[in-house]
């Protein structure tokens, strides 16, 4: 059973930094493209942060700049640098990272059960 499991969340104040960490752990053969989205409260979980198994990286456009994801292939680990940190950036972030548990199967997204990440004003 593949898992995926965050830390790093917390309370922080506005200019403040972060950094997300999200493991995946279980029985599975490789993981290609992962991944940070976000929810606040009221609205759609959105796209934070994209890196492919090679390293190409994409940002949504409200964290370009103060935002870097990274990941360790060898640790199955993707993290998320967050700074300059505002109460707009306040959510549950949730890691996410395509998975397949043979040569012969399909890709699968898993999903870990997020993170709560406050900014203060």
């Known amino acids: 059973q593949v898992q995926l499991v965050e830390s790093g969340g917390g309370l922080v104040q506005a200019g403040g930094s972060l950094r997300l960490s999200c493991a995946a752990s279980g029985s599975f053969f490789s993981i290609n493209a992962m991944g940070w989205y976000r929810q606040a409260p009221g609205k759609q979980r959105e796209l934070v942060a994209t890196?492919?198994?090679?390293?190409?990286?994409d940002y949504a456009d409200s964290v370009k700049g103060r935002f870097t994801i990274s990941r360790d292939n060898a640790k199955n680990t993707v993290y998320l640098q967050m700074n300059s940190l505002n109460p707009e950036d306040t959510a549950v972030y949730y890691c996410?990272?395509?998975?397949?548990?043979?040569?012969?199967?399909?890709?699968?997204?898993?999903w870990g059960q997020g993170t709560q990440v406050t900014v203060s004003s």
């Open positions: 996410t990272a395509s998975i397949r548990n043979s040569g012969r199967a399909s890709w699968r997204n898993y």
């Open positions: 890196i492919t198994s090679i390293g190409t990286t």
